[in-house]
């Protein structure tokens, strides 16, 4: 089965930038979907189809897709950013695979 | 807006079933599919399978197969989730999700929005 595979966390001061990556075998050939989940909260799709954004979030938020790695960047980063992100794709063996998750802390 | 309201927390024992639902507003059931997904606690998400109400077609993960059944009212605009034989290991939170798509097979878009989860406590 399709694997996907994310750093368990990252950090980063306010105001930087943090990059989250998601690594798969030519993942650059599927869409790549990611989600925000806090503690004690439903999750919330933050991008979709590799780089397109739901309305309500902000522009600072972005993704990117390419070879073997897809990238959620969070510019200027917030407090209200930390959450544990995750990157989901459909394995076209017919099933959903969501990445093991990356645990975003602001220093 | 589209909304999930999911059933309130389960308590069960091993080998019983439980049945939690989740209620749309919006009329979704027409045009779009619900998708499962759980987090068992310290673990990640991981996808259960989804339904397309309209037509009552299912796709289940393959680790699921024969222990869940999704189901969906159109009257009510409720989906459901069953699940047969619990074990202490299907303790997890479980939420429904919209998944904007009707083409077979359920779980090729992405998910929006969420329910606000249902945690389903399996203990002796």
């Known amino acids: 089965s399709y694997v996907l595979t994310q750093p368990p966390s990252v950090s980063v001061a306010p105001g930087q930038a943090a990059r989250i990556s998601c690594g798969g075998n030519n993942i650059g050939r599927k869409s790549v979907h990611w989600y925000r989940h806090k503690s004690g909260q439903a999750p919330v799709l933050v991008v979709y189809?590799?780089?397109e954004r739901p309305s309500q979030i902000p522009e600072r938020i972005s993704g990117s897709n390419s070879g073997n790695t897809a990238t959620l960047t969070i510019s200027r980063v917030e407090p209200g950013d930390e959450a544990v992100y995750y990157c989901q794709v459909w394995d076209f063996g017919r099933e959903v695979v969501f990445g093991g998750g990356t645990k975003l802390t602001v220093l | 807006q589209v909304h999930l309201e999911q059933s309130g927390a389960e308590v069960s024992m091993p080998g019983s079933p439980v049945k939690i639902s989740c209620k749309a507003s919006?009329?979704?059931?027409?045009?779009?599919?619900i998708v499962w997904v759980r987090q068992v606690p310290g673990h990640g998400l991981e996808w259960m399978g989804g339904?397309?109400?309209?037509?009552?077609?299912?796709n289940y993960a393959q680790k699921f197969q024969g222990r869940v059944t999704m189901t969906t009212d159109g009257s009510t605009g409720t989906a459901y989730l069953e699940m047969t034989d619990l074990r202490v290991d299907d303790t997890a939170v479980y939420y429904c999700?919209?998944?904007?798509?009707?083409?077979?097979?359920?779980?090729?878009?992405?998910?929006?929005?969420w329910g606000q989860g249902t945690q389903v406590i399996v203990s002796s």
């Open positions: 189809n590799d780089d």
């Open positions: 919006g009329g979704i059931f027409a045009s779009s599919s």
């Open positions: 999700a919209k998944d904007p798509s009707v083409v077979e097979p359920v779980g090729t878009a992405f998910f929006d929005p």
């Open positions: 339904i397309i109400p309209k037509s009552g077609v299912t």
